[in-house]
Nanobody, 125 residues
């Protein structure tokens, strides 16, 4: 069973950058879709980005052009490169994975079975 571990969170000034990593232990992502979500206090979990095995990517409008999702060729680690961070970006960021997620459902947190524990991102103005 795949376990996901996020890292790379921290505090950064507005306009700065961070790169989050999501490592799969106990296996690889294989043909899973890997996605990133975030949840700020008092808000619902929000889709950020997803990437398929063949490299197709999907982004939320709020981060398009600023964030970039990728995965290594060994399919062990996924990355979320975050640039031009804004005061509205702080949250706990989670990675998630599952197989056979159809495109119409790729932005729904209910589509993913495997989740990491989350990593905190703070942006100061």
């Amino acid at each position: 069973q795949v376990q996901l571990v996020e890292s790379g969170g921290g505090s950064v000034q507005a306009g700065g950058s961070l790169r989050l990593s999501c490592a799969a232990s106990g296996g690889t992502f294989r043909d899973n879709v890997v996605a990133w979500f975030r949840q700020a206090p008092g808000k619902e979990r929000e889709f950020i980005a997803a990437i398929r095995l063949r490299g197709d990517t999907h982004y939320a409008d709020a981060v398009k052009g600023r964030f970039s999702i990728s995965r290594d060729t060994a399919k062990i680690t996924s990355f979320l490169q975050m640039s031009s961070l804004k005061p509205e970006d702080p949250a706990v960021y989670y990675c998630a994975a599952d197989a056979y997620v159809i495109t119409s459902q790729i932005r729904r947190s209910e589509s993913y079975h495997y989740w990491g524990q989350g990593t905190q991102v703070t942006v100061s103005s």
